[in-house]
Every structure is written in C-alpha cells, then in structure tokens.
T-cell receptor, first 111, second 115 residues
C-alpha cells in the first residue's frame, strides 16, 4: 500500500466556515486525487493533480479548490462550507494514470 | 462520456454460496483500466484488481475470480464459497489510460454474507 495520510480524519464544522483537508503521500507519486463518497453513490472525482502546481477539475469541483505546492502534499479547500458538502472525502495517489491507491478517508460534517 | 453500471444494489447470500457481482461499462476510448475495490464496514477502500483493456485474460486469486469480456463491456467479479468476512460494498471503476482525470466509479453493490 502507498503511504497515504489524510488529516483530519474527522471534522465537524459550521456552514460558512473554511475547511482544508490535507493529503500527504510518501511514495513520490505523480498523480493525486480528491474524491467524495456519498450514500448510494460511488466515488466522484473533485479535483486531481498531475504534478506540482498542475491541477484540474473533476466531475464535482464546484465549491472546492486545491493546491499542490510539493509532490507529497495535496490540499482540498472548501472556502465556505455548505451542508451539501457533508461527505466522506478520499485522497488517492498513483504513479501513472492506471494506478489508484486510496487513503483512509476523512469524514466531514457541515452543520 | 463514460459510465459504469453495477445493476445489483444489494445481494444477500448464505455462507459458502458462490456469488457474482456484475459490472458493465461504457467508454469510447480504446485504452482504459478497470478496477474492483472492496469497502468493508470499517470504511477503507481495499484494492482487489486492476485490468488493462488490452488484457482479456480472466484472473483467479484464491476464492476471487474476474471475467473481463470486451464484447459485452463487462467485468464481473465472482466470489467462490463466500464467507462472512466478504460482507462489504464492492465498487467497480474505469479509468482512462490517456486521462488520469477521467475516472468513473459504479454506485457499488452491497454484499451481505449470512452465516
């Protein structure tokens, strides 16, 4: 398994507050991803990165921004959290497009 | 656009029964990867298999086997002699080889294995 650490693992916040989730990897993987998982749905891609400072939008990017200033860290920011962003967030990494190793997930509750 | 369909929302079997989880996909690309992941009640995503679109060989790993048929755009997963520990949500996924951002997951199949 790739060394992938997500923080925080659990967070409860209020509507309108900013939230940042961090994904840290020790595998020197080029690709990093942020997904969200909601009941009854599979995982949906929010944003991904294909290198330092190189990011692109996924399927459900509205309301989210990302940054990758170094290979090992990929940050997901909710500028102003809403209740619809209550979800479980998974980070994933891969050395190539066909690889996908997941972190343990971060549960975010927006009240 | 690409799509992954797992038509079986929930399956319940009795221990030692064989069970097949269906996955049908749609894509216009010719190079892609197909995956199966297991998500046990603890919540983590466990990688089971990755299959390249050029490799249609079936694969067996212990009690698990996978049947990949490009002619029917299916990548089905069979558990032989199911066990209670197999109870989980199983996800099928497709990722394009040419675009790391094009990943599509099915909605998952919840498998319950009863003792």
């Amino acid at each position: 398994d790739a060394g992938i650490t997500q923080s925080p693992r659990h967070k409860v916040t209020e509507t309108g507050t900013p939230v940042t989730l961090r994904c840290h990897q020790t595998e020197n993987h080029r690709y990093m991803y942020w997904y969200r998982q909601d009941p009854g749905h599979g995982l949906r891609l929010i944003h991904y990165s294909y290198g330092v400072k190189d990011t692109d939008k996924g399927e459900v990017s509205d309301g989210y921004s990302v940054s990758r200033s170094k290979t090992e860290d990929f940050l997901l920011t909710l500028e102003s959290a809403t209740s619809s962003q209550t979800s479980v967030y998974f980070c994933a990494t891969g050395g190539a497009p066909g690889e996908l190793f997941f972190g343990e997930g971060s549960r975010l509750t927006v009240l | 656009a690409q799509k992954v369909t797992q038509a079986q929302t929930e399956i319940s079997v009795v221990e030692k029964e064989d069970v097949t989880l269906d996955c049908v996909y749609e894509t216009r690309d010719t190079t892609y990867y197909l995956f199966w992941y297991k998500q046990p009640p603890s919540g983590e995503l466990v990688f089971l298999i990755r299959r390249n679109s050029f490799d249609e060989q079936n694969e067996i790993s212990g009690r698990y086997s996978w049947n990949f048929q490009k002619s029917t755009s299916s990548f089905n997963f069979t558990i032989t002699a199911s066990q209670v520990v197999d109870s989980a949500v199983y996800f099928c996924a497709l990722i394009l080889n040419t675009n790391a951002g094009k990943s599509t997951f099915g909605d998952g199949t919840t498998l319950t294995v009863k003792p």
